[in-house]
Every structure is written in structure tokens, then in C-alpha cells.
């Protein structure tokens, strides 16, 4: 049975005070720093497969699983172009991101941030406005709550937020009469 080693494994293998006592030491240490680059690479152990997790292309490189990072200003034109298809609560503010906001506009981006931005702010409107309106009983909430569940369906959230059940979870929560864990996260992430 073959079995596949994780990096805390080489580590252990490579670690200098354990030294190379005998050959069959000093071949587990060179192994495991063949495995250590393999992994560090984005390739895993045992498969010619590269993680699933997109890195900066090496212009030098054929690297399949990469992507061109954006400057801010085309975050920016991700931000507008993702905005100008939501519908968005009566009275919502909507500043677009700023560069200083950013440390000076000066820094690169994965294609999608932008989007993502637009998105959650977008979530953060209807959020505002469930919590506005959710005692009050007039129909409001419940549109409120369709739009902060179209959120889990958004490409944002899924490319984002994959794993991370605790979104959907406050939103099922405030739809069940709960609104502790939504408020919450509100404060957090939108104040």
C-alpha cells in the first residue's frame, strides 16, 4: 500500500537534527525535498494533477492552474461592470472601492476580487435592509431575504466562500427568526 506523505511529514524528514545517519536517511531526506518542491510547486504527491488553488502565472512558465493578476483599476471595472447588474435596496450607497483603500492603488489583484467586492457590498445593502424591516411586517423583509439568499448562488460566493457554511447558515437562521448570528456578521463585515 502506498501511502502519501503531507508536508508536516517531509519536514520531519528533513529536519537538521536528525541528521542522515545511515543511506536509507540520507535518500528519505532527498526524497522528501523532491516531495517538499513538488508540493511548494502546487503538484501533490502521487498525482500529476496541480492543486486546485489558481497561483500567479510565471510569464516563463507553462503553468496551467494560474492567473494574470489586475491592477486596481480593472478591479475597478469589475466592481462597475458586476454593480450595474444588481438591484440594489432604495437609498443604497455605493462608493466604488478607493485606491488608498488599497494601499495606493499600487497592489495586484485575482481576477474576480472586484466582483466579489460589488458582491458582498451588494449583500451588505440587503443585509441592512432585512434588519431594517423585519419587525415591521410589510412585505419588505421577505424581499430582503430573497435577495440575501440569491447571494449563495452568486459566482462570487461560490469561488469565494467555498466551505465556508457560516453565510448560509445566518441567513438560515434570520429566515427562521434568528437574526443573532446575521446582525453579527453585519457588524463585522459591513460597518
Known amino acids: 500500500m502506498r501511502r502519501k506523505l503531507g ?4 519536514l520531519l524528514l528533513m529536519h537538521p ?21 513538488a508540493i511548494l510547486s502546487g503538484c501533490s504527491i502521487g498525482s500529476a494533477v496541480p492543486s486546485s488553488e489558481p497561483t500567479v502565472c510565471d510569464p516563463d512558465a507553462q503553468t496551467r492552474n494560474c492567473f494574470v493578476p489586475l491592477s486596481f483599476d480593472q478591479l475597478i471595472e469589475e ?4 454593480i450595474s447588474g444588481l438591484d ?13 483603500g488599497f494601499g495606493g492603488g499600487e497592489q495586484s489583484f485575482q481576477p474576480g476580487y472586484g ?3 460589488a458582491h458582498e457590498r ?5 443585509q441592512q435592509e432585512w434588519l ?3 419587525d415591521v411586517g410589510d412585505g419588505g423583509a421577505e424581499t430582503a431575504m430573497r435577495h440575501m439568499k440569491q447571494f449563495l448562488q452568486t459566482d462570487s460566493y461560490e469561488r469565494f466562500y467555498v ?3 457560516a453565510v448560509r447558515n445566518a441567513i438560515e437562521q434570520a429566515e427562521a427568526g434568528d437574526s443573532t448570528e446575521l446582525k453579527r456578521r453585519f457588524i463585522a463585515s459591513c460597518k
Not at 508536508?7 to 517531509?10: G, T
Open 88 to 100: 440594489f435596496p432604495v437609498g443604497s450607497s455605493l462608493d466604488p472601492p478607493t485606491a488608498e
Open 163 to 165: 466551505g465556508d457554511s
Open 115 to 117: 466582483a466579489l467586492l
Open 122 to 126: 451588494w449583500f451588505c445593502e440587503w
Open 79 to 82: 466592481w462597475n461592470a458586476t
Open 17 to 37: 537534527a536528525q541528521g542522515a545517519r545511515t543511506a536509507g536517511n540520507a535518500m528519505q531526506m532527498v526524497l522528501a525535498s523532491v516531495f517538499v518542491t
Open 7 to 10: 508536508v508536516s511529514h517531509m
Open 132 to 134: 431594517g424591516v423585519v
